[in-house]
């Protein structure tokens, strides 16, 4: 699996928006970028997944950058509901149903 | 919003006792997943199953571990002889297209 690196922590204010980076060097040109997220004592949930186009809906943004190597998630105005580990993964575009490999994640804190 | 259950929401067992944990996926989904969180790190990808079999394990899945469709409805997962390190959150997933993914929220399990 092609790897992706991401930082440990970020911090954001309330109502303000926050760009969360993803490196992903060696991605290959069938992994489409999942990003997920985990609020405190909940399971993961899915944010947005995209391939070369920016993507968006309801939840946030995606940028991808145009050789691929890294993308950016876009929260657009910051809750406190959005304080949560947030996770970049590459998955390959032919294998559906295969496992998602969660990495350490950024934690996004926000202040109110 | 249809969404993933889980049960019991929290499983205390005895090491080496025998534990079935259940999950009712989203109704039309058709790939369905369990992973593990041990407190404080990562989740782990345990397994995946379509059209009535696994399509795919990690390691951690050995031979204590087992899943089941038993009906249209029920995900299970049965760890046959628990041990100390079974301690963990785990999560059922499911997948409409195999694309992504909705956790449910869990099912904490203790072992003594």
């Known amino acids: 699996d092609a790897k992706t690196t991401q930082p440990n922590s970020m911090e954001s204010n309330e109502e303000e928006p926050v760009h969360l980076p993803c490196n992903h060097s060696t991605i290959s040109g069938t992994d489409y970028i999942h990003w997920y997220r985990q609020l405190p004592s909940q399971g993961p949930e899915y944010v947005i997944h995209?391939?070369?186009s920016n993507v968006n809906n309801r939840m946030a943004s995606l940028a991808i950058a145009e050789d691929r190597k890294s993308s950016t998630l876009i929260l657009h105005r910051a809750t406190l509901r959005d304080a949560a580990v947030y996770y970049c993964?590459?998955?390959?575009?032919?294998?559906?149903?295969?496992?998602?490999?969660f990495g350490k994640g950024t934690t996004l804190s926000v202040s109110s | 919003e249809p969404e993933v259950t889980q049960t019991p929401s929290h499983q205390v067992t005895q090491m080496g006792q025998e534990v079935i944990l259940r999950c009712v996926p989203i109704s039309n989904h058709l790939y369905f997943y369990w992973y593990r969180q041990i407190l404080g790190q990562k989740v782990e990808f345990l397994v995946s199953f379509y059209n009535n079999e696994i399509s795919e394990k990690s390691e951690i899945f050995d031979d204590q571990f087992s899943v089941e469709r038993p009906d249209g409805s029920n995900f299970t997962l049965k760890i046959r002889s628990t041990k100390l390190e079974d301690s963990a959150m785990y999560f059922c997933a499911s997948s409409l297209r195999g694309t992504e993914q909705y956790f449910g929220p869990g099912t904490r399990l203790t072992v003594t």
């Open positions: 995209g391939l070369t």
């Open positions: 993964i590459l998955r390959v575009l032919n294998q559906a149903g295969t496992a998602l490999i």
